[in-house]
């Protein structure tokens, strides 16, 4: 990669990120589609099988009651309606914009294959559509999904988005996320075999996890096949089971400041290749119970954007390479 100098004297990347100092998502979709492309948001009206009771009860302590979903389309209405709707709403401003029809809400590979293939199919016929994101489970990927996975990732632009959140046993299991790491490895190895895009989502705050725990999540990912991350930020919601654990003090909010070292230090250690699809995320106003200053989401990005800049900084400056 050519460098070039800053005028603090630090070697930084050129500007082949639109001008940000790490890859983000928005740069890869105009490089990849030459314009503007949004996430539809879609709520399929699946369940997990942490909640339904085949593998545990309950869900994962920290979702919604929708399932990660607070922002997506209602499941009350069709699948074609909810697209619609938020389609025809970012139209307004973005004209040329295309879409990705990200089924986000809980597992969405946890049905039979026809379901699927139902759903999805009619999703790929909308117009203005360049591509799909599946949000799901790695132990939710039998082989006949896998196999139609690889069909659609030959006919779209296709990613498979899969929760991590830590690395830690320990945690994982205090989250009830009823899966381990091998059963998360080998889920990539096999989807990667058929060529599919992978996104690995951690969450940074969860509870009894310090720094170092946190970065350690960080650098495994980074050492795998995965071609892009979320890293989120923690929010406590009311009526989830994490208000409990939070109650008996098992839970620190992360400050700010602490935040945005953690981001900034993170994305000095990615392979520059791998796609930021997101630093932060969003919650209901009205469920979060903290942090509060994570509703300033623009804020905290700035900061981050200023912390790579007072560094002289970017991603990929630390990492060693797998």
Not at 13 to 32: D, V
Not at 67 to 84: E, H, K
Not at 286 to 310: C, F, H, Q, T, Y
């Amino acid at each position: 990669m050519p460098i070039i100098e800053n005028t603090a004297g630090a070697s930084i990347p050129p500007t082949e990120w639109s001008g940000k100092r790490f890859h983000t998502w928005n740069h890869e979709m105009r490089r990849q589609f030459g314009t503007k492309v949004f996430k539809v948001m879609l709520d399929a009206g699946f369940t997990c099988p942490n909640r339904d009771g085949s593998i545990a009860a309950g869900g994962c302590t920290f979702c919604s009651a929708r399932g990660s979903g607070d922002f997506a389309g209602s499941r009350r209405q069709d699948l074609v309606t909810q697209f619609n709707t938020i389609r025809d709403r970012q139209h307004l401003k973005w004209p040329e914009a295309k879409y990705i029809g990200y089924f986000q809400a809980y597992t969405n590979t946890y049905a039979p294959l026809a379901t699927l293939k139902e759903y999805y199919e009619v999703i790929l016929e909308q117009p203005g559509l360049v591509g799909l994101s599946i949000a799901t489970r790695p132990d939710c990927l039998p082989d006949d999904v896998v196999d139609y996975l690889a069909e659609l990732n030959e006919r779209t632009y296709l990613w498979v988005e899969m929760g991590l959140q830590t690395v830690h046993e320990s945690t994982s299991n205090l989250i009830n996320r009823a899966h381990d790491t091998a059963c998360y490895l080998d889920a990539v190895e096999r989807l990667r075999a058929r060529g599919i895009r992978v996104c690995t989502h951690i969450i940074y705050g969860l509870p009894g996890e310090d720094e170092a725990m946190m970065m350690e999540t960080l650098r495994q990912t980074a050492a795998m096949d995965v071609q892009g991350i979320k890293i989120h930020l923690l929010h406590l919601m009311r009526k989830t089971p994490m208000v409990r654990q939070w109650r008996d003090g098992l839970l620190r909010f992360l400050e700010m400041d602490e935040y945005v070292k953690l981001i900034v230090d993170s994305l000095e250690l990615l392979p520059p290749e791998m796609i930021v699809h997101r630093l932060t995320g969003d919650a209901p106003r009205d469920l979060l119970i903290g942090p509060m200053w994570s509703l300033n989401k623009w804020e905290v990005l700035n900061a981050i954007d200023a912390e790579l800049v007072r560094r002289g900084s970017w991603q990929g400056k630390h990492w060693k390479g797998r």
